[in-house]
Antibody, heavy 125, light 106 residues
Framework: QVQLVQSGAEVKKPGASVKVSCKAS????????ITWVRQAPGQGLEWMGW????????KYAQKFQGRVTMTTETSTNTAYMELRSLRSVDTAVYYC??????????????????WGKGTTVTVSS | EIVLTQSPGTLSLSPGERATLSCKAS???????LAWYQQKPGQAPRLLIY???SRATGIPDRFSGSGSGTDFTLTISRLEPEDFAVYYC????????FGQGTKVEI
């Protein structure tokens, strides 16, 4: 079945970096994009950015520009999200999700149809 | 950036009742870019509705979406016990954004 399996929980010190992985299975990896969404404790969902697996094109939320890098490794069907210069407010659950882009003449549907279970990142001194 | 404002913040209802959730955008949102997600405690979000009104695979027909422009609505016709959760609207135009969520509680 289609699934995204994320890496395990991380504990980092302020100023460090974290790299979260998201391994896809059950579908052709390069026919969908991957997006990353985070959720701080007790808070709502926050979009971080997305990457086209097909051509590597990325779009990041302005808030994270310069601090986040999203990549993919097609040989292993894995997407990665690296966040640098961590601070305590980055403590959150980080989700990857598959993005479907479906033609809907003359526009496109965009939606996140498959989600990973999330990776907890704790930033604490 | 398009801001999505959901109301009410919390909806207190009983099983069998109808739930109407609102999502208002600060600018016009292309309908094909508007989706709704359900999230239960400790779980990842789940896609319910895409393109403002199309149900995702496996979603019961008691869930329906409507709206266009800046006003969108998610309706749950008859609440089942498993429907009590937090619901988010989300748009994919330019910089993607989520609403702040509506909690549907018993």
């Amino acid at each position: 079945q289609v699934q995204l399996v994320q890496s395990g929980a991380e504990v980092k010190k302020p100023g460090a970096s974290v790299k979260v992985s998201c391994k896809a299975s059950g579908y052709t990896f390069n026919t969908y994009a991957i997006t990353w969404v985070r959720q701080a404790p007790g808070q709502g969902l926050e979009w971080m950015g997305w990457i086209s697996v097909y051509d590597g094109d990325t779009k990041y939320a302005q808030k994270f520009q310069g601090r986040v890098t999203m990549t993919t490794e097609t040989s292993t069907n894995t997407a990665y999200m690296e966040l640098r210069s961590l601070r305590s407010v980055d403590t959150a659950v980080y989700y990857c999700a598959r993005v479907a882009v479906v033609a809907a003449n003359p526009s496109f549907y965009y939606y996140m149809d498959v989600w990973g279970k999330g990776t907890t990142v704790t930033v604490s001194s | 950036e398009i801001v999505l404002t959901q109301s009410p913040g919390t909806l207190s209802l009983s099983p069998g009742e109808r739930a109407t959730l609102s999502c208002k955008a600060s600018q016009i949102v292309t309908s094909t870019y508007l989706a709704w997600y359900q999230q239960k405690p400790g779980q990842a979000p789940r896609l319910l509705i895409y393109g403002a009104s199309s149900r995702a695979t496996g979603i019961p027909d008691r869930f329906s979406g409507s709206g266009s422009g800046t006003d969108f609505t998610l309706t749950i016709s008859r609440l089942e016990p498993e429907d009590f959760a937090v619901y988010y609207c989300q748009q994919c135009g330019g910089s993607w954004t989520f609403g702040q969520g509506t909690k549907v509680e018993i």
